[in-house]
């Protein structure tokens, strides 16, 4: 079993760039696909990254997602940051078939 | 277009047992390459993931909940449902339902509360 971890908040001005990790406490964060989601307050979670980096149609490409093997961590980079974007973001991948979600991270934007 | 919808009481006494049930639509639930997921979040909290089921009806279930949940699929309906017995106040949550394999898809959720 692992656990993923992220940063509990983050923030950051509008038009700036901002990256969310999400670690892996074991085994290699390329062994399984992350995946990670959106959730807007009183919304259900959305997804804005799949299998790694690929984004579904409608999540803009602001929207980025890459892993990092020498950290062991997974990625999410939001660009030309708005208000908009001000959400939780929660990371996402697979221990054999069960899911493992990471705490969430509480996005800013001011 | 996959939509999944979750459907069940939005209130269940404490002991008592919760079922929910997904509807798919636009698609198959009889397709290989997706598993099926309930998902729930506690008011303030992050997500948990409760199990899924494959359409042959594999499951894979979280260990700490193993013990009171069953999830079943039924192919003619295009439903899936999750059964959770002895429900507690710390079982109030949103459930949601859930597709993977490829592309995710969620439903909106159903909020369930749980009374004493």
């Known amino acids: 079993n692992f656990m993923l971890t992220q940063p509990h908040s983050v923030s950051e001005s509008p038009g700036k760039a901002v990256t969310i990790s999400c670690t892996r406490s074991?085994?290699?964060?390329?062994?399984?696909?992350v995946q990670w989601y959106q959730q807007r307050p009183g919304s259900s979670p959305t997804n804005v990254i799949y299998?790694?980096?690929?984004?579904p149609s409608g999540v803009p490409d602001r929207f980025s997602g890459s892993l990092d093997s020498s950290s062991n961590s997974a990625s999410l980079t939001i660009s030309g940051l708005t208000t908009e974007d001000e959400a939780d973001y929660y990371c996402?991948?697979?221990?054999?078939?069960?899911?493992?979600f990471g705490g969430g991270t509480r996005l800013t934007v001011l | 277009q996959v939509q999944l919808r979750e459907s069940g009481p939005g209130l269940v006494k404490s002991s008592e047992t919760l079922f929910l049930t997904c509807t798919v639509s636009?698609?198959?639930?009889?397709?290989?390459?997706?598993?099926w997921d309930w998902i729930r979040q506690p008011p303030g909290k992050g997500l948990e993931w409760i199990g899924s089921?494959?359409?042959?009806?594999?499951?894979d279930y979280n260990p700490s909940l193993k013990s009171r949940v069953t999830i079943s699929v039924d192919t003619s309906k295009n439903q899936f449902s999750l059964m959770l017995t002895s429900v507690a106040a710390a079982d109030t949550a949103v459930y949601f339902c859930?597709?993977?394999?490829?592309?995710?898809?969620w439903g909106q959720g159903t909020t369930v509360s749980v009374s004493a």
């Open positions: 859930a597709r993977h394999g490829g592309l995710p898809i």
């Open positions: 636009g698609g198959s639930i009889s397709i290989s390459r997706y598993y």
């Open positions: 089921i494959h359409e042959t009806g594999t499951t």
């Open positions: 074991s085994g290699n964060i390329a062994s399984n696909y």
């Open positions: 299998e790694d980096n690929q984004r």
């Open positions: 996402q991948s697979y221990d054999s078939n069960n899911w493992v």
